[in-house]
């Protein structure tokens, strides 16, 4: 219930609180067309979709297998076809996800071990997407103006250990560079959660010998401290 004024507005909530994609449900089903639209324009569907994917995640922070139960259930009790085929994108999408498997990642039932959270996964998974389809677009001749991206990830949500996971995914290496007070968190970090940890460091004095520890690294992947 909206109370409006002037110089005031505010917002009660009369009911119970909704999930994002709920709400979006809801919608859809108000207005007669919309969905036909929406399918029709690729660039409104595709944003649709990822509305949806990131409202469902929070299902998904604990237990992955909670989260598949909920979208399985919102698959089931979609009152339209359109909003049924958007559920099952999603589902397939996430079970994809689900699979994603890392080299060398220590998993498992040693002491050791150690977990990758699903939003982690899933921010691994649309960043490889993204890179297959900038790869595709090169081999077509329509390569894509900006094919990077940003990880706007909060503070201790795991931004290094994606981009460590990234990395093991690339044969040709990386070049990793850092703010100074950080550069060996990335080494405790592979350390920490790879088997095999290989990251190399170059934190020499002068920047001569910073480029001879890069160039001698090869396809390893290195950390520069600035």
Known sequence: KLIGEPSLMRVR??????????????????????AEKIQKNPHQLRYLTRKMEVSLLKHFMRDEGEGMRYLETRVRQAESPFLKTLYQAVLKKFKAVAKLKI?????????DAQRLFFYQKYAIYEILQRRDEALRSAVEGHP??????????????????VALSLIRQHEEGALIVAPNPVGGVWGEQEGRFFEDPGLVLANQSSSSAKVKAIEEAGKTPKVVPL
């Open 13 to 34: 909530q009369t009911s119970k609180p909704k999930n994002t994609d709920e709400i979006l449900a809801g919608l859809l089903a108000l207005r007669k067309g919309v």
């Open 103 to 111: 080299p060398g990642f220590k998993s498992g039932t040693n002491e």
């Open 144 to 161: 894509i103006q900006n094919p990077g991206v940003i990880l706007a990830m909060e503070q201790g949500l795991g931004k290094t250990l």
